[in-house]
């Protein structure tokens, strides 16, 4: 099946401590139906110190299940359902169920 989020897809969280945010996807792990979100579900970990890498406790971002998320309208940013629709040419595009824009065009 095609994917309806993608990496640098701009995505509303629907539920959970951050709900009502946006943010961009950063990576999706189709596997375990989770994505990264810039700066949303951030958790605190302890790092050790390493050549490279300062130690301490640092905030990364958490992977939060794609059930959690939804697509932001390109027109008005509001969350939205994704659907797909072939255009005459065959290409194959995801459309906003929402305002039927286009996403990727």
């Known amino acids: 099946m095609a994917a309806k989020i993608r990496k640098g897809d701009k995505v509303v969280i629907l539920t959970g401590r951050d709900r009502g945010r946006s ?16 700066g949303v579900n951030m958790v605190k970990r302890h790092q050790r110190q390493s050549s490279t ?4 406790i640092i905030s990364k971002e958490s992977p939060i299940h794609l059930s959690n ?15 797909f629709k072939l255009m005459a040419d065959g290409r194959k595009v995801r459309v906003a169920k929402r305002s039927g824009a286009e996403i990727d065009g």
């Open 53 to 56: 890498q300062e130690g301490g």
């Open 69 to 83: 998320v939804a697509l932001a309208d390109p027109r008005d940013g509001k969350p939205t359902r994704v659907g």
């Open 23 to 38: 943010g961009e996807v950063i990576e999706v792990r189709p596997a375990e139906n989770r994505a990264l979100v810039r």
